[in-house]
Nanobody, 121 residues
Framework: QVQLVESGGGLVQVGGSLRLSCEVS????????VAWYRQAPGKEREFVAH????????RYGDSVKGRFTISRDLAKKTVYLQMNGLKPEDTAVYYC??????????????WGQGTQVTVSS
């Protein structure tokens, strides 16, 4: 079982920054890669980034490469998404996700409740 709780969303102006957090609760000894997805109104859910359990492997969606950075603090059991250079098209609900794998997230089976990010122009 994996429980994911996002925080850090809000309203920001174009070009601004936000840092999202995902607190990850798991069974002792289990190891999970974690991903961020987002969904804008009327659009399909979109992959944003993922990070392996140890943090060595990361991957980003094309629309956020060079602007967003995913990281994790194992001691704090938290995964972060640093978002810089925000654009109006980044407006969405951002979700933290995981499955049973530790290297990368294949098909998420665990989801957080989401946090709203709104970028105003």
């Amino acid at each position: 079982q994996v429980q994911l709780v996002e925080s850090g969303g809000g309203l920001v102006q174009v070009g601004g920054s936000l840092r999202l957090s995902c607190e990850v609760s798991t069974r002792p000894g289990s190891r999970h890669a974690v991903a961020w997805y987002r969904q804008a109104p009327g659009k399909e859910r979109e992959f944003v980034a993922h990070i392996s359990w140890g943090g060595a492997n990361t991957r980003y969606g094309d629309s956020v490469k060079g602007r967003f950075t995913i990281s994790r603090d194992l001691a704090k059991k938290t995964v972060y998404l640093q978002m810089n250079g925000l654009k109006p098209e980044d407006t969405a609900v951002y979700y933290c996700a995981a499955d049973q794998y530790s290297d990368y997230v294949r098909r998420p089976s665990y989801w957080g409740q989401g946090t709203q990010v709104t970028v105003s122009s």
